[in-house]
């Protein structure tokens, strides 16, 4: 994707629930601000550090990209919200080196310096859109970066998921449950449920049991991304969650459809970011185990 970008507006969101990030965010706003960034702090962000903020809507209309301080989880939830403006966000992590938020505390000035030369690069990511479709007649929709998951909502217990490619029933999964994941989300539980890695500026779907009950016809299957996928839980009770962070309950009779988006999701990275640096780091790729 060519590196055009406006950098003089940034809005910030912050990690939840984390008041004492307030010092990292007002030193890291001073660094923007010095490279002649204006800040805009979200709202919930701001009331959560003392300070006054701006709705994320109006925040998406007004800057030219957003930045999400905190960790992948962060960034997740950034990316969902603000997808309908389709605008890059970049993650500044405030921990441990993610595989979304890759920019450490440290890397904040000269990323800021090479951003302002225009030395940066803009990936676009597929993301999931899906709805549910309940037996009683109403639709629920969603949209997803990392993956769906349906399971059981009570620990132990098995699930029985039923899935189809374009209408035709080509599986049925039975044990802890079913993960559907994005490339970008391979990392993600997919990746502890013994999924394969997808290169993340891959176009398709992860299909995923968890813990499958028969080990026959139960191995991860990758198919593009142009394919729609239909899921229903047969028999036991199920819940589909949306990026580990929004839950919804699946009864006899809903469908689950999933289908890549028209638009995918534009990260905003350090020129030379690397993503097999960044798997190497964080997997421990390549190390002696003597």
């Excluded at 997803?144 to 999964?173: C, L, Q």
């Excluded at 469908?255 to 970011?273: D, N, Q, W």
Aim: proline letters at 4%; aromatic letters at 8%; one cysteine or more.
């Amino acid at each position: 994707m060519p590196s055009s970008l406006r950098c003089e507006k940034a809005g910030f969101i912050l990690k939840p629930d984390a008041p004492e990030i307030a010092p990292l965010y007002a030193d890291i706003e001073k660094k923007f601000e010095a490279h002649g960034i204006d800040v805009l702090l979200e709202e919930h962000s701001a009331r959560m550090i003392g300070r006054k903020g701006v709705a994320l809507d109006t925040i998406c209309e007004t800057v030219d990209f957003l930045v999400s301080l905190g960790g992948d989880g962060t960034l997740l939830s950034v990316v969902r919200r603000s997808y309908g403006y389709h605008i890059p966000v970049v993650g500044i992590n405030a921990g441990n080196l993610g595989f979304l938020a890759d920019i450490t505390i440290e890397e904040v000035d000269t990323f800021l310096e090479n951003l302002k030369r225009g030395d940066f690069r803009l990936d676009q990511r597929m993301m999931i859109e899906g709805h549910i479709s309940k037996k009683s007649g109403t639709t629920i929709r969603f949209i997803a970066f990392n993956d769906v998951v349906i399971t059981s909502p009570e620990p132990s217990k098995m699930v029985k998921v039923n899935a189809s490619i374009d209408g035709e029933r080509f599986n049925s999964y039975t044990g802890d449950g079913l993960i559907i994941s994005t490339p970008t989300g391979s990392t993600a539980y997919n990746l502890s449920a013994g999924g394969p890695i997808l290169y993340p500026l891959t176009q398709a779907f992860i299909i995923t049991p968890v813990l499958a009950h028969s080990l026959a016809n139960q191995r991860p299957l990758v198919v593009p991304a142009d394919f729609s996928i239909e899921l229903d839980a047969e028999k036991y009770r199920a819940i589909a969650s949306i990026d580990g962070q929004e839950i919804y309950e699946l009864e006899k009779g809903d469908i689950l459809h999933i289908e890549g988006a028209k638009i995918g999701a534009t990260l905003l990275h350090r020129k030379e970011h690397n993503y097999f640096s960044v798997l190497r780091e964080k997997l421990h790729w390549g190390e002696r185990n003597w």
